[in-house]
């Protein structure tokens, strides 16, 4: 790494230049896609909308700094005898109906020490998981992966399109048994959408009039309805409205924790005021978290566990031997040696996500320094044309994934009644559903490679000339990093020297967020079947624009 950016450095400062980031023409210029989704969410045209987002994809993808590798499927173990826990196809796992028979305590494991408690701030999968059980929208998901009313009975939209009133169920309460009305949802949602709160996904909050200080979401004066008015007509509106980041959050409770720099501070240990299922009754950072049943939840009575006690672990091989001596009753990964062995045991699971795990380039980093747009484009192409995506499958996911030739998954609804993904209504490059060929291909690979001017010798190997070296930054779990292992072998093949670096989950989330990378291992489960939801997560301004366009 270091011989690589002593070469980089000497050559920039040939050009007069020394700075430590991308030159400025290695970057893609991003106003194209910002208008572009903002247009998306602006029309009326459902038709032109789905063909604008199929070019927003187009736009993504020519950057090559997203790699996609499988679509998602999800894995877990339950023992025998848990019945009435489900979950959806984004990612969120409900537990507060499960029934364990005369058993009132579910021991399980989700991940590691999350990241953030508040649903606000929240954007990993196991925080969704968390806030589903501990706090609640105006709507939620059932068994079958259908919206229901949870604390709104039942809303009414105006012929337009533009306005939805939500009558809030009567009788709600705070944990600490205050009232909890449409007045909380209202300050909920600006606080959400406001700037000072920096939300990763306030700009769900766009497609709302108002935003994002004069937010369009009103209380009613005796806080039995909210209104909520719209930019244009939404296909996902009741999406939104079970969404985490969504879901209120108690303001004196709130502001009396929350610090001008970490306005998440109210929610940093237990003890805090919430409104679902669960409080948090106890949390032993790193190591363990339990949640007791919320008497005030206003479904209280269906509620059959007295207690969620989690462990908090990336180490799978520890948290299976939990589960194998009996101490575990649910876990949510298990080593990737053990799967082969798994996939006929009763109490391994496997269900269809909607979702894309993917390697991401920061396109900001030193790695491109002196390439101009093109180069870099060509560059992250040919790294990407290198990868055996079905060797992956088959030796580290094993659970029947399917290839990823493009970002939005397969299945994805389209918004107009159609499949996004349905290759009649698009061209794609390689003549199916994505950008590139399932299979690697190493000649493809290094022609992309020399036209970002990297040089070869007759076997294809790099010249020591143009040596190229990176870090891959991964988190701890061990099919992360025996991916990353799969693609350091994929990449040594032509002469690249990938090392690995592994963190620590909530750290790691931190480092990618903060654009602290070069190349990393990422993943998205959508929030809602839209193409939208993947797709203006790039924009500029977006929390989950760890690719770094246009910053």
Not at 50 to 68: C, F, K, N, S, Y
Not at 87 to 115: C, H, I, V, W
Not at 200 to 227: H, R, W
Not at 391 to 400: K, L, M
Request: hydrophobic share 40%; proline share 4%; net charge negative.
């Amino acid at each position: 790494m270091k011989k690589l950016l002593a070469l980089l450095l000497a050559a920039m400062m040939m050009l007069g230049c020394v700075s430590a980031l991308a030159d400025a023409g290695s970057e893609p210029d991003w106003t194209e896609y910002n208008k572009l989704i903002a247009d998306i969410k602006a029309t009326t045209d459902f038709a032109k909308r789905a063909e604008m987002m199929h070019q927003a994809e187009d736009i993504l993808m020519d950057t090559g700094a997203i790699v996609p590798i499988y679509y998602y499927n999800d894995v877990y173990m339950a023992k025998e005898g848990l019945t009435g826990f489900y979950s959806n196809p984004y990612g969120t796992k409900f537990f507060m109906y499960a029934d364990f028979g005369d058993k009132t305590t579910l021991r399980l494991q989700l991940a590691s020490e999350p990241d953030k408690l508040d649903p606000a701030l929240n954007s990993s999968v196991d925080g969704a998981c968390l806030a589903a059980n501990s706090f609640g929208g105006l709507y939620t998901y059932d068994a079958n992966g259908e919206l229901t009313p949870n604390f709104a009975t039942g809303y009414e939209v105006s012929e337009d399109g533009l306005t939805y009133t939500f009558a809030i169920r009567d009788g709600l309460k705070w944990s600490d048994g205050t009232p909890l009305t449409a007045k909380d949802f209202e300050y909920s949602w600006k606080r959400a959408a406001a700037p000072a709160t920096a939300a990763d996904y306030s700009y769900m909050f766009d497609g709302i009039a108002g935003y994002p200080d004069d937010l369009q979401a009103v209380a009613s004066e005796d806080g039995k309805t909210f209104t909520v008015t719209l930019k244009a007509p939404c296909a996902y509106m009741l999406d939104l409205a079970a969404f985490p980041t969504f879901f209120p959050v108690q303001q004196a409770c709130v502001e009396a924790g929350a610090t001008a720099d970490n306005p998440g501070a109210w929610a940093l240990e237990a003890g805090f005021v919430s409104s679902g299922a669960y409080t948090l009754e106890s949390w032993d950072h790193n190591k363990s978290m339990v949640y007791v049943k919320n008497p005030n939840y206003w479904d209280a009575a269906n509620v059959k566990l007295e207690r969620l006690e989690f462990m908090l672990s990336d180490d799978d091989t520890a948290i299976y031997a939990a589960y194998q001596n009996g101490d575990l009753d649910f876990t949510d990964s298990v080593p990737t040696d053990q799967i082969a062995t798994l996939l006929s045991n009763p109490e391994f699971h496997i269900v269809d996500e909607l979702g894309t795990y993917y390697v991401i380039f920061n396109v900001k980093s030193d790695l491109f320094a002196g390439k101009t747009v093109e180069q870099a484009a060509a560059m992250r192409k040919g790294l990407s044309r290198l990868i055996d995506r079905q060797y992956i499958i088959d030796t580290v996911g094993q659970t029947g994934q399917k290839i990823a030739t493009s970002f939005l998954p397969t299945g994805m609804a389209d918004g107009n009644g159609g499949i996004f993904k349905d290759a009649s209504a698009w061209k794609y490059p390689n003549g199916a559903d994505g950008y590139f060929a399932e299979e690697p291909s190493v000649e493809e690979a290094v022609e992309l490679l020399k036209s970002a001017g990297f040089e070869f010798d007759a076997n294809n190997m790099l010249s020591a000339s143009t040596p190229l070296s990176f870090e891959y930054l991964t988190n701890n779990t061990s099919g992360h990093v025996a991916i990353a292992e799969c693609l350091q072998q994929d990449f040594a093949q032509i002469g690249i020297n990938m090392t690995i670096k592994s963190i620590d989950w909530a750290v790691f989330l931190n480092e990618r967020k903060e654009g602290n990378f070069g190349i990393a291992r990422n993943g998205w489960i959508a929030d809602f079947n839209d193409p939208i939801n993947m797709l203006e997560m790039w924009t500029t301004e977006s929390g989950n624009n760890d690719a770094q366009f246009g910053r």
